[in-house]
């Protein structure tokens, strides 16, 4: 009679039903026919064939001659070490995939997190547009980049107001929403760096949300790494600073465009709920 106890072991290692029986009755007889097998577990004689193929496959059981075919198990303590380490080299694996997306992946927001892959940093932009709830501003001077997240942006601005902040007025023509520009602070600090500044990293993308967290993209020698700021104790004030600054532009003749007179600053406060 069949072990219940061990057919309930084996399929907790990853064995089917019929496979921890018909091994178990191999251990047992020490060498069988499919036929006798089949006698032994009362396994469909169809299944039977398909499941010693299988423990067969996964170095349980081996074949002996012909007419009729015979089957054995290897032996024991040989396929137990063997999964033993197969199962400490996957553990090992696992772990170490588990580390690598926990370095991406932030455990809480309180503090500052890096997002190396462009994958983490892409998909964060996405999840934080979706999320906002108040206001959004978004400086970028990569027309490439505005289009990639553009349905993303259009979403948002239906719902909250949405400050797209360019370098470069002539992105204006193919964003999804009115633009704007920033003064020189804004240019200086961002956009380009003044002469004599020895500065090597450069940044592709800030984005604010709510006034409570923030998301920079900078870039160094072909590389990028995103910083995650949230929340972030200075979003407040930056918020203020860069909508009191930036002018929207407006479009000219001949499909130009330009930045609106001095005095058509935006100084619109967030509000509150």
């Known amino acids: 009679m069949i072990d219940d106890?061990?057919?309930?072991?084996?399929?907790e290692i990853g064995m089917s039903e019929y496979e921890a029986k018909v091994y178990v009755t191999l251990l047992a007889l020490r060498v069988a026919c499919a036929r006798e097998i089949?006698?032994?577990t009362k396994i469909p004689r169809g299944r039977v064939y398909e499941t010693i193929t299988s423990l067969m496959q996964k170095g349980f059981?081996?074949?002996i001659g012909k007419s009729p075919v015979r089957y054995a198990p290897v032996d024991v303590n040989l396929t137990f070490e063997r999964l033993k380490r197969n199962s400490m080299i996957s553990l090992d694996n696992l772990g170490q995939g588990l580390k690598n997306l926990e370095s991406e992946i932030p455990k809480s927001l309180?503090?500052?997190y890096e997002l190396r892959t462009d994958w983490t940093q892409e998909n964060q932009i996405r999840m934080m547009l979706h999320r906002a709830k108040s206001e959004i501003i978004f400086l970028c001077n990569d027309e490439g980049c505005i289009s990639g997240?553009?349905?993303?942006?259009?979403?948002?601005?239906k719902r909250i107001p949405v400050y797209l902040v360019v370098g470069k007025p002539e992105?204006?023509?193919?964003?999804?929403?009115k633009c704007y520009v920033g003064g020189t602070d804004i240019a200086a600090s961002v956009f380009h760096h003044e002469a004599g500044?020895?500065?090597a990293i450069s940044m592709k993308l800030f984005l604010m949300v709510d006034r409570r967290e923030s998301l920079t993209i900078m870039e160094e020698n072909e590389k990028r790494v995103g910083l995650l700021f949230s929340p972030d104790i200075f979003a407040g004030y930056m918020s203020r600073k860069i909508i009191q600054e930036i002018q929207q532009i407006t479009p000219v003749r001949k499909g130009c465009t330009k930045a609106g007179a001095p005095g058509s600053r935006i100084r619109t406060p967030i509000t509150r709920k």
């Open 149 to 157: 997240f553009s349905a993303e942006i259009s979403r948002a601005a």
């Open 197 to 199: 500044e020895s500065v």
């Open 5 to 11: 106890s061990l057919l309930l072991r084996l399929k």
């Open 38 to 40: 089949h006698e032994q």
């Open 61 to 63: 059981i081996f074949s």
């Open 110 to 112: 309180t503090q500052v």
């Open 171 to 177: 992105i204006a023509k193919t964003a999804p929403i």
